[in-house]
């Protein structure tokens, strides 16, 4: 911010020379003249840079201590509109580009939400485009307060919302309702039933008549604990099953890996293009728009044009990095090759196990054929596989 105000300003890089270059440094500070940036050149001479009113209130004083000044540079607002004052053309040119600025900033280009995680970004800006606000809608336009009614009528998701609009920039800013834990109904009869297939090893029956026994296999699907409960006095009864079942259960994973394997070399060659986007529009600042590298990585990196102050234009500057490679064969060790598909292996065995589930034992066979190493991975496990489902009316009345 500092540098912005001096340039507006307008600033003076100083030569002074003389036999006490340092008296007179004195008495600009005793006279209010405020310098910056000193450099020492020699015994006798230095270097500063002043603001023009501080370059104006300085040259009375150097008679006083016999030392000489001598501009060596001229900088800022004021200089370079001295230097267009007769560019009448330029200076139109400048006038209208800051006209159109100031009448662009008027405008929304940039949608961005903030907050969400189940309800999709997508689905918020089509339900605000359906309201009115979209890329091109005139800021002033927006009742924010109405447009969040409107938004939590449509979205029933979403709790609370607010809008804040920053130039040509509006940040959608959401909180999501909290999911309310399904309360378990024990008016619905329902059975337990195997979420996997496995030997029962353990079984906490809470509700509901026993099928089988500990030590017994279970297909994927098997009923357990039933929701019809017999009576020789009061007849059959529905209720709702409930019971934890834990189970061993068995897994064969297996997976690959070549033991001679591609990586890149970036070599010191690359090449960029730059454009200037403004909406859905772009303007290449390049004529070849071809690449001349056979392999390479593109990187793409796009910048806000800011006006002080933080207010953002709509207009970015996208700079493509294309830097080239080649790729480099290497060959990875038969240990290290085996650690990577173990691992991968374990990391599998997670995703499917049920949750909180448990590894009893894990027997591993390593094979090596055409420069292919297999890993083969034997795993048993003990986890909770009960799950219920309603009864159905049939189920019901031939009970």
């Not at 940036?37 to 270097?47: A, F, Q, T």
């Not at 609009?165 to 399904?182: Q, Y």
């Not at 793409?300 to 996208?318: D, H, R, Y």
């Not at 830097?323 to 599998?348: G, N, P």
């Amino acid at each position: 911010m500092e540098n912005i105000v001096n340039s507006l300003r307008g600033n003076v890089r100083v030569e002074i020379e003389g036999a006490y270059p340092e008296r007179f440094m004195n008495m600009c500070a005793e006279n209010a003249v405020a310098f910056w940036d000193l450099e020492r050149v020699s015994e006798i001479c230095i270097r500063v840079t002043m603001h023009i009113a501080g370059y104006k209130r300085m040259c009375p004083l150097l008679e006083n201590v016999m030392c000489t000044a001598k501009t060596v540079r001229k900088g800022g607002v004021p200089f370079f509109i001295w230097r267009i004052r007769k560019r009448y053309v330029l200076i139109a040119g400048v006038f209208l580009l800051l006209m159109l600025v100031g009448i662009m900033t008027m405008f929304i280009w940039d949608i961005s939400v903030e907050g969400n995680e189940t309800v999709s970004t997508a689905e918020i800006l089509t339900v605000l485009e359906e309201l009115g606000v979209a890329p091109g809608t005139l800021s002033q336009s927006v009742n924010s307060e109405s447009l969040r009614n409107e938004v939590l009528l449509k979205i029933p998701d979403l709790l609370w919302m607010t809008v804040h609009i920053n130039g040509s920039k509006a940040t959608v800013i959401v909180r999501e309702r909290e999911k309310i834990p399904e309360m378990l109904d024990e008016d619905t009869p329902v059975t337990v039933y195997a979420a996997k297939s496995g030997v029962i090893e353990k079984m906490v029956v809470f509700a509901g008549e026993t099928l089988v026994s500990v030590g017994t296999t279970v297909a994927e699907g098997d009923d357990i604990i039933s929701g019809v409960v017999g009576s020789q006095t009061t007849g059959s009864r529905l209720v709702a099953a409930r019971a934890d079942i834990y189970a061993r259960t068995w897994y064969e994973l297996s997976m690959q890996m070549p033991l001679e394997t591609y990586a890149k070399r970036y070599l010191e060659q690359s090449d960029t293009k730059t454009s200037i986007l403004f909406g859905k529009n772009r303007i290449n600042l390049y004529f070849d728009g071809g690449i001349k590298y056979t392999s390479y990585d593109k990187i793409v990196k796009e910048s806000n044009l800011t006006l002080p102050g933080g207010v953002e234009l709509p207009i970015k500057i996208a700079t493509a990095t294309y830097t080239e490679y080649e790729k480099m064969t290497y060959t990875v060790s038969e240990d290290a090759a085996k650690e990577i598909l173990t691992q991968r292996l374990l990391e599998s065995l997670e995703d499917m196990m049920i949750e909180n589930g448990e590894r009893l034992k894990t027997d591993f066979h390593v094979t090596s054929e055409d420069g292919v190493m297999t890993v083969t991975m034997n795993a048993e496990c003990l986890e909770q596989i009960a799950k219920t489902r309603v009864l159905s009316d049939q189920e019901q009345e031939l009970d």
